[in-house]
């Protein structure tokens, strides 16, 4: 079973950049993925990358912001957030994807195991 731990969330202001961390074991050969939610809606996607890093998805709310890499000699996963804005604020969770689809064209996850979130409050 996977293990997932999220790091790197905090108070930013609007503008600034922050960089979120996933500590990842027991996910060899799977997607990974963040996912945000925020107070009183439904977690939503935010971006992907393939195990060997080669492939990455974006929601298009967050592209040309966000990357997402991956360091596999360190089982971690990033997610650099740059030119932050107050409705990225959400507590964002990484995951496992345990199986992937394309749907219309577009990239689904379908997350088998979750981390605990961390928080991001960006001050407008």
């Known amino acids: 079973q996977a293990q997932l731990v999220e790091s790197g969330g905090r108070l930013v202001q609007a503008g600034k950049s922050l960089r979120l961390s996933c500590a990842a074991s027991g996910v060899y050969g799977l997607d990974m993925a963040w996912f945000r939610q925020a107070d009183g809606k439904e977690r939503q996607f935010v971006a992907a990358?393939?195990?060997?890093?080669?492939?990455?998805h974006y929601a298009d709310s967050v592209k040309g912001r966000f990357t997402i890499s991956n360091e596999n000699a360190k089982n971690t996963m990033y997610l650099e957030m740059n030119g932050l804005l107050f409705e990225d604020t959400a507590v964002y969770y990484c995951?496992?994807?345990?199986?992937?689809?394309?749907?219309?064209?577009?990239?689904?996850?379908?997350?088998?195991?979750w981390g605990q979130g961390t928080q991001v409050t960006v001050s407008s």
């Open positions: 990358i393939s195990w060997n890093g080669d492939s990455t």
């Open positions: 995951a496992a994807c345990g199986s992937v689809s394309f749907i219309g064209g577009s990239y689904e996850c379908r997350p088998s195991d």
